[in-house]
């Protein structure tokens, strides 16, 4: 089933109640675009690979002022991070690991983080990433490290 006919049929299921929201997965802002020409239903969210290193501002941008919830899969680059001497240093600063300073970020982009972790250890600390802020200078230095680096698949050319 393609996008426009998977489309209608989950507007139908939200319709009918058995939903209470509906979103997309992997929609660029041309895919977005054409879904909002077509649809009833405005999605709910976009989910995507968005990350310190993959940022998509665009996307972000045009996900925030058409009112759809940006949720950031792979939020930790599939461990691309661990070594990288800046988020080091900014982690080392807030008395974090390189992880809660990748999922802090999102949080502080108005994304909804889905970080994957099978135990304890790491999941706790995917939720202990309250009790501190990125200052401007944090934000500042991540922005520049943003490579356009997908470790995932590119949804860009998918018609």
Known sequence: MNRRPAWRRMEDIFN??????????NYTIAHLEEL???CN????????????FLQQPELVKYCKENGITLEAYSPLAHGYAKSDSILTKIAQKHGKSVAQIMIRWCIDQGLVPLPKAVSKNHIQQNFDVFDFCLDTDDLNQITKLDKDLRTCWDPTHIA
């Not at 009918?16 to 997965?25: F, H, L, N, Y």
């Open 36 to 38: 909002l020409r077509e």
């Open 16 to 25: 009918s109640g058995k939903a209470k929201a509906i979103g997309v997965s």
């Open 41 to 52: 239903i405005k999605p709910a969210v976009n989910q995507v690979e968005l990350h310190i």
